[in-house]
């Protein structure tokens, strides 16, 4: 509006102001000033559309401490990846590892931490600062020398001998540091070898450029660090140092508030054709990394008797990894089925045992995660008077047991009823003319016993968790009433990585009150992990 009226004014002249005296010059010189205020005013109070696109920017941004002597790589992937990846840029933050991890427990904030050393990232574990942790990438320690080792150092020991400087990083603020400083005084060399250092840096990095520099004949640093300064440098492989192998390990923050971005990028880093190309580029020994996809689709096969003990799991991981699990619930011989006539699942969790080693060639070794008992359910009050399994071949009884073939509840309880007898029959070929039902699953065994179709059902105690004050249970005694649930990992998935953290979640203290409060018994000790 104040616009549009200084617009009017400055189109009127002496002629038509009614005042006819004003001069036109100051008019125009007038509404030229009052204009550019205007204007002034507008550029610095209009609605802040760039302000807030940049905040959405810096909203999207992540915040990773990044040990000093990884820099190359892991520079090198932040910006191809924010090239990639939506715009997503990544702020770096450089030091040692332990002093990162410090500095980190005072912030409070952030999203990754990359180490050199896996020690540190299992230190942030304990301190409940780190909840994934994805190798990238391996290292070992050497001696560094310049180009033609002109002192001739070829061993810990000739780094003491006159005439010899050398660097060392800090124990307490560098990987390599603390790394040498173990292996050392295993070698019972670590008191002289702390005792001739010229210096102690903070970084691998810094004990690099000193070497590089003239500034001493030699440094303990990585590997790969020789290699990305082979023109200038060489290393010297020793003894004590042959056995220690570690990772680059990157750690997701507890305190990141984009989980799903972070954790993109840490799959990024370990992805062969992405982080894994610079870090091979860059004399990294690197890991074996998932295919790359911003958002990759898994398949999950799974019995039916852990639906309601795994899904909550599965979707709080879908959210926090930004990825999507396809799950086939399904009778086990069913899966197996399926899996044997070429489908390939990324994971396979059976309702028992049995029903893995079936598949066993195709999948990683089985983790044993919990157990759940055969139980004979009964309607309410039990009016047929049933108190065991024989009485299942009474007369007016109708029995629903699962699909011995489709099913491993059904063939655990052939397995559990055949050698059992009944007049001149095993048990399980006397209670065939009562059986009204075969199924491949157990529930819809109990949606049937509820709804008066069945008088009694063999099924999982884990089947009845949300119904069981709606029915009676009638304890089976005879023979081995168990079935026990493994889960595996396809050996040619994508995706191993994000399938380890999968089983991770699901075999974690969170996943275990969810099954506890379903009728199972977990079979996960700390040894079995």
């Known amino acids: 509006m104040k616009l549009h009226c200084r617009h009017q004014w400055n189109q009127r002249t002496p002629e038509t102001c009614p005042e006819g005296k004003i001069n036109s010059g100051l008019a125009l010189v007038g509404g030229s000033l009052l204009f550019l205020v205007i204007m002034v005013g507008i550029l610095v109070y209009s609605p802040p559309k760039d302000v807030s696109e940049t905040a959405n920017q810096a909203d999207a941004s992540l915040l990773m401490y990044c040990a000093a002597g990884i820099k190359p790589p892991v520079a090198a992937s932040a910006a191809q990846f924010a090239e990639e990846v939506f715009g997503v840029p990544v702020h770096l933050q450089y030091g040692g590892s332990g002093t990162l991890l410090s500095n980190l427990q005072v912030a409070k904030q952030g999203d990754l931490y990359l180490a050199a050393d896996t020690s540190y990232i299992e230190i942030a574990r304990e301190k409940n600062l780190v909840k994934e942790a994805i190798p990238v990438a391996q290292m070992r320690p050497v001696i560094m020398v310049k180009k033609g080792n002109p002192k001739k150092i070829q061993s810990i020991d000739d780094l003491t001998k006159e005439g010899v400087s050398f660097s060392l990083a800090n124990p307490d603020a560098a990987s390599i540091g603390k790394l040498a400083k173990k292996e050392l005084q295993k070698a019972k060399k670590w008191e002289s070898i702390s005792k001739a250092a010229r210096v102690f840096k903070p970084t691998v990095s810094e004990v690099a450029n000193d070497v590089l520099l003239g500034a001493v004949d030699a440094g303990i640093v990585w590997d790969a660090t020789v290699n990305q300064h082979s023109d200038q440098a060489e290393m010297i492989e020793v003894p004590e140092f042959a056995q220690s192998v570690k990772n680059v390990t990157v750690g997701i923050l507890k305190s990141s508030q984009k989980p799903q971005q972070a954790l993109m990028f840490a799959r990024y880093l370990q992805a062969p054709g992405k982080g894994g190309k610079h870090f091979s580029g860059m004399g990294y020994q690197t890991v074996k990394g998932d295919a790359w996809d911003p958002h990759p689709q898994v398949l999950l096969f799974s019995g039916g008797v852990n639906r309601l003990a795994i899904q909550d799991t599965l979707k709080a991981f879908e959210k926090r990894e930004g990825i999507s699990v396809n799950v086939v619930y399904n009778g086990c011989g069913i899966l197996v089925g399926q899996i044997n006539s070429g489908q390939k699942p990324d994971a396979y969790f059976a309702c028992d045992k049995s029903y893995m080693v079936e598949v066993q060639p195709k999948f990683a070794l089985p983790l044993t995660v919990t157990e759940t008992d055969m139980i004979l359910i009964v309607e309410k009050g039990n009016p047929k008077k049933i108190k065991s399994v024989y009485d299942l071949v009474g007369e007016n009884i109708k029995v629903g047991i699962a699909h011995h073939e489709q099913s491993a509840l059904g063939a655990l309880t052939k397995k559990l009823l055949s050698p059992l007898v009944s007049g001149d ?105």
């Open 425 to 529: 029959k095993s048990l399980y070929d006397a209670v065939q003319p009562n059986v009204k039902t075969n199924t491949p699953t157990a529930d819809m065994l109990v949606n049937q016993l509820r709804t008066g179709s069945l008088d009694a059902a063999i099924v999982y105690r884990a089947n009845i968790s949300m119904v069981a004050d709606k029915l009676d249970v009638i304890e089976i005694k005879e023979g081995r009433p168990l079935a026990e649930q493994p889960i595996a990992i396809l050996k040619s998935t994508k995706y191993p990585n994000l399938m380890q953290r999968l089983v991770d979640q699901l075999t974690s203290e969170s996943s275990r009150g969810i099954f506890e409060s379903k009728g199972f018994r977990w079979r996960l000790t700390p040894e079995s992990l």
